[in-house]
């Protein structure tokens, strides 16, 4: 640390910048480790903050904002020439905002660096009010992915007890919790994933009834049929593509599909085409997609169910951790080829 001409101290501001707009699989080398200098104050006249990164999370969307710009994505496309953006938990170092105070700590959209300026906009950024768990939690189970499963089982799935529930991709941070959700609520569950370890961590650690290693099966939709003799009521989507097309000849009339994701098909020049689409009309099948920003108006409620949940031990939580912001690039492409063991965070400094 040290003081700038005007004064004002300054810092090492360590970032993750996007060298250019990617296609197919991203690579490490799509991204930069750079150090620049920041002011250690909120600006002039602002109602911003000026915040120290802790942790950072990688997140599959974060993959449709590494392309040029587009209209049909969520979220916008990253700027080339400048740091990535993702969700991260903060602590507050200087505020020009009334709702906010020096040493608060927040979770919310950030820069992927170690200082970033902040303008708190409601449903992008929180304040942290228990911090009797871990704070990288709030990266995952209680942040982004924690909701965005928390919405999609609960309001999207409309669950019943003693239901049959498939979760792809179920070892990651939002199929983790979807999984124990369902267990939660008196169902069958069976998720996918891609390794054996994986396999074993979500019938020892997360409490699903069954899993498989989709690698390993020569015919996804027997597979399925395998783990549900009786059909699936309720399919958590992350994955998409060839696992959809198995999904719909296995889905139980009025069983309901919660489209959370589709990460084989994020990659792809050419996506892959779903043939198996008439079982929607003679099941009476209802697909939904969602955002997750639609539904934070519940996080009090989410909240109140999972913290004690987790308090009490009922709820299990993996992550993946990453140490120092410059292991950040080889975590998040790691992603995109499975390596991750459960939610993968970074941590950017530990206080």
């Known amino acids: 640390m040290s003081t700038g001409g ?31 200098t920041v002011e250690l104050r909120a600006p002039e006249g602002s109602k911003s903050l000026l915040v120290k990164n802790l942790y950072l999370s990688c997140d599959p969307y974060m993959r449709s904002r590494m392309g040029k710009p587009a209209a049909s994505g969520i979220a916008q496309a990253f700027t080339v020439g400048k740091p990535i953006i993702g969700f991260g938990v903060s602590r507050v170092i200087e505020s020009g905002h009334p709702d906010y105070k020096k040493g608060d700590l927040i979770w919310g959209i950030v820069g992927w660096e170690e200082y970033s300026v902040v ?27 924690g909701m965005t499963a928390y919405a999609g089982f609960y309001e999207i799935c409309s669950p019943k007890k003693g239901e049959t529930v498939y979760v792809s991709a179920a070892s990651g941070a939002v199929g ?42 020569q015919d996804l939709s027997a597979a399925l ?26 889905m139980n009339t009025f069983g309901r599909v919660a489209v959370c994701g589709m990460i084989s098909q994020y990659n ?5 085409g779903v043939y198996n689409l008439t079982s929607i009309i003679y099941k009476r099948i209802r697909i939904q ?20 949940s987790i308090k009490e031990g009922k709820i299990a939580y993996v992550e993946d951790v990453a140490e120092g912001l410059e292991k950040a690039p080889e975590a998040l492409v790691g992603l995109f080829h499975g390596k991750n063991v459960g939610k993968q965070v970074v941590v950017v400094a530990r206080e």
């Not at 169902?187 to 074993?200: I, L, M, N």
């Not at 059909?231 to 296995?250: H, S, T």
């Open 6 to 36: 005007n004064n004002v101290a300054t810092a090492t501001n360590k970032q993750i910048i996007l060298r250019d707009y990617v296609s197919g699989f991203p690579k490490e080398s799509d991204f930069e480790f750079t150090t620049t």
């Open 119 to 145: 303008t708190p906009i409601p449903d992008m950024h929180f304040k942290i009010h228990d911090t009797d768990v871990p704070l990288s939690y709030y990266t995952g189970l209680l942040g982004m992915p």
């Open 176 to 217: 983790q919790l979807v999984g124990q959700f369902a267990k939660m609520m008196g169902c069958y569950v069976v998720g996918s994933a891609g390794s054996q370890e994986k396999v074993d961590l979500l019938k020892t650690k997360f409490g699903f009834d069954d899993a498989f290693n989709y690698k390993e099966e």
């Open 225 to 250: 049929k395998r783990c549900f003799p009786k059909g699936i009521d309720i399919y958590f989507e992350n994955v998409g593509g060839k696992m959809l097309d198995a999904v719909l000849l296995n």
């Open 268 to 272: 792809l020049e050419d996506h892959e």
């Open 289 to 308: 997609g969602f955002a997750v920003f639609d539904h934070y108006d519940k996080y009090s409620k989410f909240l109140e169910l999972v913290i004690p």
